[in-house]
């Protein structure tokens, strides 16, 4: 796929931008959107010279929820049969940095969109939610297990079962959100974030990926031994010779990404 009707696709530098582009409905997300930006996210991760991703909406919407009105037919037999959203779970799995950059709207889908990048930062524009408990159904792409490990049991009980929604200040409070910037900046201070990343040795960053996110599958017994074994895997890298290296000397790094 290499043609994209909802989303634009650019690089910035080792960075590449997805930017959610269905202004007409604050970018719901319909099942065209789900393919486009999984289909983006696995071309940018494949791409030697990306080291980040970053995801963004408009100034209005990062993303207003799953696509309600294709949804609205749907009986019980045709989401399940075709696993609804579950190929959401894909851009889980990519294993360079993601980086949200929510302004407005981050509602349902759209905060489980964000919640499914690494870093989340939120301009002070930026409301998040998970209003599906008043359409009569529940979150569909993660939200009531990412959104719990992210804010606490009490917050996203409350959030969940009144869909209530939250704006950056509560988000960054709660800790959803690394950080919030003025909206007029959200995309240059996301993509500077994301071009530091990106300027890191890339293996590395992605074994820090892995190894932070473990923190939420396993023990933390597990987790500190895994850590350990990638630590030590690190010194099979010429990065780590050269990140070592160019601290000795006095010198800024030049990583290699091998
Ligand atoms: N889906 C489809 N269209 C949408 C959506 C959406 N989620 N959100 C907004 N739109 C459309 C509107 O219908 C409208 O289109 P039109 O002009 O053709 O009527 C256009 O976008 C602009 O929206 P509004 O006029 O409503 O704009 P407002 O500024 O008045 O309101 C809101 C903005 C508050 C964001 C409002 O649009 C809203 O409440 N949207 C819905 C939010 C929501 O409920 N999101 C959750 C959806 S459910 C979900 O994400 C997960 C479901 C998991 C199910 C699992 C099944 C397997």
Redesign the pocket.
Known sequence: MTQYETILLDRKGRTGLITLNRP???N?LNLRVMEEVIDAATTLDRDPDVGCIVVTGSERAFA??????E?QPNDYMD?YLAD??SAWDRLGEVRKPTVAAVAG?A???GCELAMLCDVLIAADTAVFGQ??I??G?I???GGSQRLTRAVGKAKAMELCLTGRTMDAAEAERAGLVSRIVPAADLLSEALALAETIANMSTPIAMMVKESVNRAFETTLAEGVRFERRVFHATFATADQKEGMAAFTEKRPPSFVNR
Request: glycine residues 16%; aromatic residues 12%.
């Open positions: 007409k409905a604050l719901a207003a929820g799953a696509d309600i009105k949804m989401v609804w959203f709207y509602l349902g889908g209003p599906e008043k359409l159904v979150p569909g792409i």
